[in-house]
Every structure is written in structure tokens, then in C-alpha cells.
């Protein structure tokens, strides 16, 4: 791997893989609303090697990104991976003709879905595979035991190394756990919506990784006057301090900003190595409550 230290440093995801706190998030490197193929995409491989060229060490995708398509992009631009570089996809949706999402958390539809990822990754195990379970951006209630358990197998079977969980709640994290290791945590979370608080302390203090989706807002960027104000006093962007807090916040936080755009990339980077004050860190921390958009 090539590239200068990152900010936030590391994170020991397991005993077996370290990552950077900064990462890179391959869903927009499908067409629009992530459907479809992208319009340029030798764009879309430029950014990936641009990725691997800054030394970030993980990268979230999925196989129902396109669908397919941010999987296949993966393979033609890096494959054979560079040592080090850690691959984190997800399965429990389908997409639909339409570009629907559709749930598919039966056993049998995980154990295709884990082998699409495997075929179109060009890998023969995966590093990390999230079970998503909820809605589009929180939690919804009920049992996982079902889905995981059939990860679980798979994970004894030799083709998942670590299993993580995307858009749940504490009562299912640990109902994962009484049935295998869970590595990570990807809930919808930012400086603006912070129902996952609590939840974030909770697993930093059992060494479990949490990677807020949308950290930068989602499909709508964050607006927020006080963002904006914060950005200005320290002649930043508002999303270079978005990111810079999420790495503040806590230490097992680990960030996938997503964009199809290499300028956008460094900036990401460059933006998330911002070191925010004590008085920006309290103006900030207000924002929970402002109803800002994202």
C-alpha cells in the first residue's frame, strides 16, 4: 500500500485485521440511485486506485450495489488486491427490475448472495460480510437469529472470516452475539442524526467497530447553520467537519464516505484530518436537536 499516514490512525477490526479509521464507501459507483452501470467507468476504476494510492485500507460495498456492478468494477480495477486492503460487503436485499430494494434475509438467498460477492470479487473468503436487516435508515424491530445463524455457518465453512450487522438495534446486536462474534456495527449516524449514541459508547467498550452510513447526509447533504458556522470559523467545509467530528466522537468509529469523484475523494481525506476545538465541539454537539437535513 502506498499513500501518508490518514488521520484517526488504525482500528484493530479483529485480531487478524487492521483498518484504517478512514475508509471509502463503493456504492456510488453504481448509476444513479445505485442502479445500473455509472456514465464513466474508467471514472469509477480511477477513484478506486485513487483510493488505494492514498493507503485507505477498507472498502464497503455489496453485490446488490448496481446490482453487480460496484463488485465487478472492484475486481477490474484492483484485483489482485494489494496486501492489507480489506473488502466489506453486505447482504439481506435484493434489487428488483425497477431498482427496488427488496429484503432476502431467507438462508438460502444469504448463502447466494455471499457467493455472488465471492464470484464477482474474485475472492474465495470474505473478510466481513453485514447482515442488513432494517429499513432504509433505522432499525426495525424483531429476531435475527435466523439470518445470522445462516452467516454464522457460513463463517464456520470457511468462506466469511468476521461478521458485522447493518441497521439494528442493541436487542438484536446482542442476540447476534450469543450466536457468533460480531465485528461491526453499520447504522445510519452523523453529526446530525445521533439516535445511535448511546449505542456507539456502549460498543466501544467491547472493541466492536461502528461505521455510520450516510456521513455526510445521505442523498441530501447536511444542511445546518451551525455547520456552516463552525465550517467558516475554522475556514473548512461543513462536510470536512462533519467527517472530523464522526473521528472525534469516538475512537471505534470508522468512516466510509462514499463519491464517484477523485477530487471529491481528497477532499474527504483531506477533510477528515481536521482537528475541531473544544468550542466547535460544543456547538456541534447541539446539532441532535436542530432538525438539520440529511
Not at 488505494?52 to 465487478?72: A, K
Not at 454464522?152 to 470457511?158: K, N, S
Not at 446530525?192 to 467497530?209: F, Y
Not at 475556514?235 to 467527517?243: K, Q, S
Request: glycine share 10%.
Amino acid at each position: 500500500m502506498t499513500g501518508t499516514p490518514l488521520a484517526g490512525g488504525v482500528f484493530e477490526l479483529a485480531g487478524d485485521m487492521t483498518v484504517t479509521r478512514i475508509g471509502y464507501g463503493a456504492m456510488q459507483l453504481a448509476g444513479p440511485h445505485v442502479f445500473g452501470p455509472p456514465a464513466d467507468r474508467d471514472a469509477a476504476v480511477a477513484v478506486l486506485r485513487e483510493v488505494v494510492r492514498l493507503g485507505i485500507t477498507h472498502i464497503d460495498t455489496s453485490d446488490f450495489y448496481g446490482p453487480y456492478v460496484t463488485n465487478e468494477i472492484i475486481r477490474q480495477s484492483l484485483y489482485p488486491y494489494p496486501d492489507g486492503l480489506h473488502l466489506v460487503t453486505k447482504v439481506g436485499s435484493l434489487r428488483d427490475d425497477g431498482g427496488g430494494w427488496n429484503k432476502a434475509l431467507e438462508p438460502a438467498q444469504l448463502r447466494q448472495a455471499v457467493h455472488d460477492n465471492l464470484d464477482r470479487l474474485g475472492l474465495d473468503v470474505l473478510d466481513v460480510v453485514n447482515l442488513r436487516v432494517g429499513g432504509f435508515d433505522r432499525p426495525e424491530p424483531g429476531s435475527i437469529a435466523e439470518p445470522f445463524t445462516a452467516l454464522a455457518q457460513m463463517r464456520d465453512e470457511g468462506l466469511i472470516c468476521h461478521l458485522g450487522l447493518s441497521t439494528v438495534n442493541a436487542e438484536q446486536i446482542a442476540e447476534a452475539e450469543a450466536i457468533a462474534p460480531v465485528v461491526c456495527v453499520q447504522n445510519f449516524y452523523n453529526v446530525a442524526h445521533r439516535d445511535d449514541d448511546a449505542l456507539i459508547d456502549s460498543l466501544a467498550t467491547r472493541g466492536i467497530a461502528y461505521v455510520p452510513y450516510f456521513p455526510l447526509g445521505g442523498f441530501t447533504p447536511l444542511q445546518s447553520g451551525t455547520l456552516s458556522s463552525v465550517a467558516a470559523s475554522l475556514h473548512a467545509t461543513p462536510m470536512a467537519v462533519a467527517l472530523a467530528w464522526l473521528l472525534q466522537r469516538s475512537p471505534n468509529i470508522l468512516l466510509i464516505p462514499g463519491t464517484s469523484s477523485i477530487e471529491h475523494l481528497r477532499e474527504n481525506v483531506a477533510g477528515a484530518a481536521l482537528a475541531l476545538p473544544p468550542e466547535a465541539l460544543a456547538g456541534l454537539d447541539t446539532l441532535g436537536g436542530e432538525g438539520c437535513v440529511g
